[in-house]
């Protein structure tokens, strides 16, 4: 089964940059959708950035301008970059994808896997 694997979260302080890395097992299609989501204790999970197959994305207008999204399919990896981190970005952070959604999305239901979650704490 298709597995995603985070990795890069920790503590930066106000201003800084961090990057998220999120590996995939294998992938049994051409479609591919990939995304990043992160939760705040006690709330929905929200999608915050997404790449589809032929790179197009979608940001949310809380991270747009501050983070992108990359990924590297010859290495079946995503990554999150951040940069300007505020306080408010403390959360934990999830990778997701899918195999049938074709264009980005932020919509949480649309993704089937799930990473396990890294989280990121931003101090001042």
């Known amino acids: 089964d298709v597995q995603l694997v985070e990795s890069g979260g920790g503590s930066v302080q106000v201003g800084g940059s961090l990057r998220l890395s999120c590996k995939w097992n294998?992938?049994?299609?051409?479609?591919?959708?990939l995304a990043w989501f992160r939760q705040f204790p006690g709330k929905e999970r929200e999608g915050i950035a997404s790449?589809?197959?032929?790179?197009?994305?979608t940001y949310a207008d809380s991270v747009k301008g501050r983070f992108t999204i990359p990924k590297d399919t010859a290495k079946a990896s995503l990554y999150l970059q951040m940069n300007s981190l505020k306080p408010e970005d403390t959360a934990m952070y999830y990778c997701?994808?899918?195999?049938?959604?074709?264009?980005?999305?932020?919509?949480?239901?649309?993704?089937?896997?799930w990473g396990q979650g890294t989280q990121v704490t931003v101090s001042s």
């Open positions: 294998y992938w049994p299609s051409s479609r591919k959708c």
């Open positions: 790449i589809a197959s032929d790179g197009s994305t």
């Open positions: 997701a994808a899918d195999l049938v959604t074709d264009e980005p999305s932020l919509v949480e239901r649309e993704y089937y896997y």
